[in-house]
């Protein structure tokens, strides 16, 4: 085999390839030897079959296929002598071959870049510390609390006020004409809800049991009903029984019901609960933190393909946002030219980044653990109560179900690495200050 480079750009290469026609030659005898053992041709016992019958048959087959097989055998072996790693699938383009004659093709492909040793010490990082306050864990129980609220019978007679719950029976029409689906009874309505059509409610707050009112409202343009969109309508409304919310006891009775022991369990949970809140919020601040830093320390070449292949996914969605008119509104005045020069910036630096972390993680000897993997299924799992066994089988059949598991967890363990070597000082902040930073970004 003879190699001659013929480029060298940047991270571009192209080589030269001439294989002999001895070799090819010889491969093919060999195949065409060891595919006379298993034919069964009539006349001729196994392997006995004469090598001329053989290559009249099989000869056109078994070339094609020692072709593609010099071809893969002499590239890798031309790429491995150079210790060149390829970025992407090398380009090949045969360029001469006859039966009988040398075969020579171009090979063109883009290598990774050569990753300079980062000093992880060197990289500064604030890392928020939020403490939850006594309040938060209290508004939280509130929540708790007014979910589990109860309607309760109101004895007194009062006026309905925003906030209480009516009995009603209805009956609409329109022009005088009762309409499919305008009626009802023993319907418990909330004043402020917002649940029926615009103006309904806010007619009867001040209504009492025994009232019956002539609610006029108009029904809206969108409305999913073709008929009555944009018309009037007039509802007979007879208010049956009054209701107001009724919160239940903050007790331990109370959280012995959400099956905690008690109120203090329940609030030792609900502050676990907003611990682990901040916490997933101080990861990705202090990862998106961390990939700016790295970014900024990242020199290197990335080669245009990876690049070009970024850039289409993300043009991709971009288009897609584009015909559903959820465009983000900072590039909604932008022309196309300007968002593919920013979004092709875009791509170049994820690219470098993910060549970045790859490196980091292949010279620290970072891996996906086989516990990793299952307690990350696990996770997927419990996103589907009761379809458990389901979802296990998918990732247990799926290769590329669990390789997209695999990744991002490599990318965290990468994290978790030039987290654990970085300079990282915590800094107390509240909540709001973390969020308004958040917001910022």
Known sequence: MQVTETAAEGLKREFKIVVPAADIQAKAESRLQALSQQVRIPGFRPGKVPMPLMKQRYGASVLGEVLELAVQESADAAMAE?????????????TSFDEGKDLEYTLSVEILPEIAELDLTTVKLNKPKVVVADSEVEEALGRVAESRKVNVVVEDVRDAVKGDVLEIDFVGSVDGVEFPGGKGEGYDLELGSGTFIPGFEDQLIGAKVGDVANVSVTFPEEYHSKDLAGKAAVF???????????????????????????????????KGQIENEYSSMVRNRVKRDLLDALAEKADFPVPAGMVGLEFDAIWKQIEDAKKNDSLDEEDKGKSDDELKAEYTTLAERRVRLGLLLADLGQKNSVQVTQEDINRAVMQEAMRFPGQEQAVFQYFQNNRQALDSLRAPLYEDKVIDFILGAADVTEVEMTAEELAKQDDAA
């Open 236 to 270: 007979v409304v007879t208010v049956k029984a009054l209701k107001a919310a009724s919160l239940p006891a903050l007790d331990d009775e109370f959280a012995k019901g959400l099956g905690l022991e008690d109120l203090d369990g329940l609030r030792n949970a609900i």
């Open 82 to 94: 150079r210790s060149l790693k390829p970025a992407l699938q090398p380009k090949i383009e045969v």
